[in-house]
């Protein structure tokens, strides 16, 4: 018999608890990469201790900017705000320190106020990041309650003419719809599952159906923004906000296309969608100018590519969200995502992209675009990068289960 310690019994329960259970027999993840990522993990730990340190009562982390060596914060109704207690809960699964758990919860109950927010579509990333990780390793009664009433609140953005959840608000002729709203259907289909309503299923299908209707490029690369007739449903205008043109294909819009429609595909076994999922695999992998490391500049079209600034976060979520469509893709396509996503987490992993222990305000990860055309959050640690950099590499370790 082989002989375990406790610790690693309890993390391979957690693993399997957390949906995919084991690995794939041609999917073998480097020894050394696990072991790179394995004291990631342990670093990570102490960087969000320090990052913690900083924060005030109701402070959510931002960013850091490292000149005038100032950590940035936010309110709880940034769409950011669930990343951080997201990070802590997924390092608390993979480490057991028990000071993360209790600094996540101390920002869940501050982000509960966020469950009654009608103004943003953002819901899915702010609650099921943080509360969906939450409930998923200890399923509560409240958690549960404010995930239902955050699927409730998101709903009420539904139009049913146009068949999408409205991002932004704007003037009452426009109805704008990003292509980031994808990544909050995933809360919509666990409400479903846990109140039987199948209303907030439906609103995910047709906003998903919607999407794939309009904001794909016939390369399916997609467009930034969308902006509808409220009354009719027609398309009046295709456009950018945060990429560089209004026809280039803004890296982290990929990406959130990319693990958008993949969770589709897992959420309805719906074949159409792991075709969507693969065919925006396609565009990203194929791409001339995804560079050999695989970590995106900030967008694929950028006029001063090679010198342009890369994105660390729009890579991390391709690796998390390769690490799962590889599980769906035949073998030939499987093996190409997953050695992708390997080679995200190695170069994410190396001091090219994380940080030094006790630098970059206690951040993973460096070099994220946050707003290039606004210059903003240019080059910089983003809370995002490193929730899905976490999130990643739990799906990477899940490979090495038996
Ligand atoms: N959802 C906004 C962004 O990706 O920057």
Redesign the pocket.
């Known amino acids: 018999m082989i002989y375990r310690p406790l610790w690693v019994l309890i993390f391979i329960m957690a693993l399997k608890l957390s949906g995919f259970s084991q690995g794939v027999a041609y999917l073998k993840p480097n020894p050394q990469l696990l072991n790179t990522i394995e004291k990631n993990i342990k670093d990570a730990d102490g960087q969000y201790k320090n990052l913690a340190k900083q924060l005030g009562p109701t402070q959510f982390p931002k960013t850091y900017d490292k000149v005038s060596r100032k950590l940035e914060t936010s309110n709880s109704g940034w769409?950011c705000s669930g990343f951080y207690p997201g990070t802590l809960l997924f390092l608390y699964e993979q480490n057991h320190d028990p000071q993360l758990l209790s600094e996540a919860n101390r920002m869940l109950t501050v982000l509960g106020n966020e469950q009654y927010n009608t103004h943003t579509h953002?819901l899915g990333f702010m609650m099921y990041c943080s509360f969906g990780n939450a409930n998923r390793i200890e399923p509560k009664p409240e958690y549960k309650q404010i995930l239902i009433n955050s699927a409730k609140s998101l709903a009420t953005r539904f139009n049913p003419k146009v068949g999408c959840i409205r991002s932004w608000d704007s003037k009452p002729s426009d109805f704008l719809v990003?292509i980031?709203n994808m990544m909050n259907l995933e809360l919509l289909f666990w409400a479903t599952k846990e109140t039987g309503d199948s209303s907030f299923y439906k609103i995910a299908v047709t906003h998903a159906n919607t999407t794939m209707k309009n904001h794909f490029r016939p390369d399916y690369s997609s467009y930034h923004v969308l902006n509808y007739n409220p009354e009719t449903g027609a398309v009046q205008q295709k456009k950018t906000a945060?990429g560089y043109s209004d026809e280039s294909a803004w890296a982290?819009g990929q990406a959130?296309g990319l693990y958008g429609f993949t969770v589709m595909y897992r959420e309805t076994k719906d074949k159409k969608y792991l075709e969507q999922a693969q065919h925006i695999a396609h565009f990203i992998l194929t791409n001339p100018n995804l560079p050999k490391d695989k970590i995106p500049y900030w967008d694929f079209n950028a006029p001063d590519i090679p010198t342009a600034p890369r994105d660390a976060s729009a890579g991390a979520i391709m690796a998390a969200a390769l690490l799962e469509l590889c599980r769906y893709a035949d073998k030939k396509d499987a093996i190409d995502y997953f050695n992708t996503a390997q080679t995200i987490l190695k170069t994410l992993s190396s001091s090219d992209y994380r940080a030094a222990t006790g630098t970059n305000g206690g951040f993973i990860l460096e070099h994220s675009v946050?707003?290039k055309p606004q210059k903003s959050e240019v080059d910089v640690p983003l809370t995002y990068a490193d929730y899905y950099f976490v999130e990643a590499i739990k799906r990477y370790k899940q490979f090495a289960l038996k």
């Open positions: 769409w953002d990003i980031d945060q982290r959130w946050g707003n």
